[in-house]
């Protein structure tokens, strides 16, 4: 298949994802790397922002559930001939692609990591058998339904030019959906998500404790409009929950910040940050693993740091 590559802008509040970025950040090393055109579907309220990143962007309308969008991406990728169809792995791109596969009769290559083609093929790396081992697949039928690991990608920097928006008429599709919700309730407070922030602060092992976690790093997090992360060690030693923990047992962040304070750099917690624009790394040993693999390294006690800088914040 020569056909584009297709991408899923999903977007809140009329604006793509960051998850959304970094997939459009993957398929646009993809079609470039296929020689293809990269083309978006979007929904009406995100297609205007989407055409900064995309050449082109089809506006459908698609119903707000996994059955819908699987009929909406095998419709459009029927009507592009596209040989790809990127989405984000998130939960409900997750719940899409394999679907969107089986109804094309293409191939999944599922939370990739890495993205490009080979020989005309598309091929990604995969972490699997509890994220202890890094698989290469490659899809052998078309079109390829691929999905990409949340804060794998860099977020793709804006097109140089923008991109034309037109509606992309695809076929009904009684489509209903197989689960609804039922109940909704509000479990996190303002923060923004892990995935989704521009800034993560994490703490490590050297903070000591829960109480500094609640002292500096979430009132840093908070003041640089951020989210917090936490080492295995701090998630081990209860002072952070699971759901905090950054690395290769844990969530995969690619903000554009990265603040680590008393964290020495260990390669299972490298592996879920490295991808960050910028780190910054406060270590009291100057010898920390850390240090080779951040932009700026700051030696010094962490617990007379992160104060001096929450207060500096606050000025
Ligand atoms: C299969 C497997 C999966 C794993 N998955 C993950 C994962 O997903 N995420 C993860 O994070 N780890 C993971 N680990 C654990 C990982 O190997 C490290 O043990 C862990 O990342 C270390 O956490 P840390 O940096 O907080 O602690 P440490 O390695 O103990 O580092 C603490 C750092 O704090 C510094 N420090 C101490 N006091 C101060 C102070 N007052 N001021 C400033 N600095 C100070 C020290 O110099 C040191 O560099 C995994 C391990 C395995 C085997």
């Known amino acids: 298949m020569s056909g584009p590559v297709l991408v899923l802008v999903a977007g809140d509040a009329g604006a793509p ?24 579907v979007a929904t009406a309220d995100v297609a205007d ?9 089809h ?19 029927e009507a592009r001939a596209a040989s790809a169809v990127v989405l984000s792995a998130t939960r409900s791109g997750a719940a899409v692609a394999p679907r969107v596969a ?31 081992v890094r698989e290469t697949v490659r899809a052998t039928a078309a079109p390829a339904v ?28 009684p489509a209903a959906p197989h689960v609804t919700v039922e109940r909704t309730d509000a479990v996190a407070g303002d923060r923004v998500p892990l995935e989704e922030a521009p800034v993560v602060v994490t703490g490590g092992r050297g903070l000591g404790g829960a109480e ?10 908070d003041a640089l409009g951020g989210a917090v992360g936490a080492t295995r060690a701090a998630v081990d030693a209860g002072w952070r929950p699971y759901d905090e923990q950054i690395g290769q047992t844990g969530r995969t962040v690619a903000p554009d910040v990265y603040l680590s304070l008393g964290v020495s750099g260990a390669v299972q917690h490298l592996s879920g940050m490295n991808r960050s624009g910028l780190i910054v790394a406060v270590d009291h040993d ?7 693999h ?10 007379a740091f992160a104060p001096a800088l929450l207060a500096a914040l606050k000025d």
């Open 17 to 40: 994802s960051r998850a959304a970025l970094q997939a459009i950040g993957a398929a646009r090393g993809l079609a470039e790397a296929l020689g293809v055109p990269l083309e978006g």
């Open 49 to 57: 922002a989407a055409r900064r990143y995309l050449p082109h962007v």
């Open 59 to 77: 506006r459908v309308e698609a119903p707000p559930h996994a059955a819908g969008w699987t009929a909406v991406l095998a419709a459009a990728q």
């Open 102 to 132: 089986v109804r094309t009769g293409g191939a999944l290559l599922e939370d990739v990591v890495t993205l490009a083609a080979d020989g005309g093929a598309v091929v990604g790396d995969r972490l699997a058998h509890l994220q202890r």
């Open 146 to 173: 691929v999905t990409t690991k949340v804060g794998a990608f860099a977020p793709a920097d804006p097109a140089a030019a923008e991109g034309e928006v037109a509606d992309l008429p695809l076929p009904a599709d």
């Open 212 to 221: 500094a976690f609640d002292a500096w790093v979430v009132p840093l997090a």
């Open 286 to 292: 100057p010898d920390a693993p850390i240090f080779a």
């Open 294 to 303: 951040c932009d700026v390294g700051v030696v010094a006690d962490a617990h």
